[in-house]
């Protein structure tokens, strides 16, 4: 019988004694996977996903800068509906024919009727009209005044300096318009935090808005579990890049907040969306933000020490002189 109890317990104490390994192994598997998408599309992909059910984290590349493009306009939206009464949202706002950019799918039928604050916040975040987002610089007092609501939400890393469409070319060495995918992620989070303190139904406005995104349904979401709901923004640029910042929601737990952000070599490359879905997916299958016999996995996975960082200062390329907008390279947004 004691030969028979010990071989019975031997299985448990071998599971106990290799919790610490499986998650080093998680990591390591989810760095090589990361590495290998970023082969194949031929990528420099940055990363933050934040669990604010247990306070677990992935990361990869998460402190490097990149081109923050059309994710912005989820901030510059967020705040606008944080500050304003139903009054301010109903204000109608009349703009011209001169005020329209190459894209502009909602503005572009509007100039005779003009747009509510409410109806150009919501074309920004459903439809990424760059029209639309240089009004809500307009109406919050330009690219400076955004910087400043950032910094005093705690974010001291976002530099918002130019309007649509210049924000979306990409200035390698230096930090005009860029982020880093930690930085967005934990902005979302930050701001989504205080629009649900503002009540009124705000921060449920703002994730209807950002759920009906047309531009990310490939994207983060096409990386997600099909049960989960997610609101995003999007945005593309030169040098390839592709971004997703987003809102991931799970039945019965806190959401997750990612940032997925990723560019290339080259000025001129086009983007690559399934190099943001599959990066999205390596972190979502990677054992992150799992429940599992009732207990929730709280190890932090990180891949940031990936021993192949290349940071937007070390990089050689001259400034690309075409404006991106979004259209011109192939998408229906920036």
Request: with cysteine; net charge negative.
């Amino acid at each position: 019988m004691r030969i028979l109890f010990l071989l019975l317990t031997l299985p448990l104490i071998f599971a106990c004694r290799t919790t610490e390994p499986t998650d080093k192994a998680k990591q390591k598997h989810l760095t090589a996977e990361l590495s290998r998408i970023e082969s194949e599309y031929s990528v420099q992909i940055g990363l933050f996903f934040l669990d604010t059910e247990t306070g677990e984290t992935a990361a990869y590349r998460a402190d490097e800068r990149f081109a923050f493009c059309s994710t912005f306009k989820a901030f510059a939206a967020g705040f606008f509906l944080l500050e304003a009464d139903e009054s301010g949202m109903n204000e109608r706002i009349f703009f011209t024919e001169d005020n329209i950019l190459s894209w502009a799918p909602v503005c572009r039928t509007k100039t005779a009727t003009g747009m509510t604050a409410a109806e150009i916040c919501e074309a920004a975040l459903r439809f990424s009209d760059n029209t639309t987002a240089n009004l809500l610089f307009d109406l919050l007092g330009g690219p400076e005044e955004l910087t400043r609501r950032l910094a005093a939400l705690g974010d001291r890393v976002t530099l918002s300096v130019r309007r649509e469409p210049y924000l979306n070319e990409f200035l390698p060495g230096r930090t005009d318009d860029t982020t880093t995918p930690e930085q967005a992620a934990r902005t979302l989070y930050a701001l989504c935090g205080e629009l649900e303190a503002a009540g009124g139904g705000k921060l449920a406005r703002f994730l209807d808005w950002m759920s009906g995104n047309g531009t990310g349904k490939t994207l983060i979401r096409a990386g997600a579990p099909p049960e989960w709901q997610v609101a995003d923004k999007s945005g593309s640029g030169s040098y390839g890049t592709r971004n997703d910042i987003a809102v991931l929601r799970r039945p019965g737990r806190k959401p997750v907040y990612a940032a997925v952000f990723t560019r290339k070599e080259e000025a001129s490359a086009l983007p690559d969306d399934r190099a943001v879905s599959e990066a999205a997916a390596a972190v979502l299958g990677a054992g992150f933000a799992e429940q599992e016999d009732e207990e929730i996995h709280s190890q932090a996975v990180s891949a940031k020490n990936c021993g192949c960082q290349m940071s937007p200062s070390n990089q050689t390329h001259s400034p690309s002189e075409t404006v991106y907008t979004g259209d011109e390279i192939g998408y229906n947004e920036t």
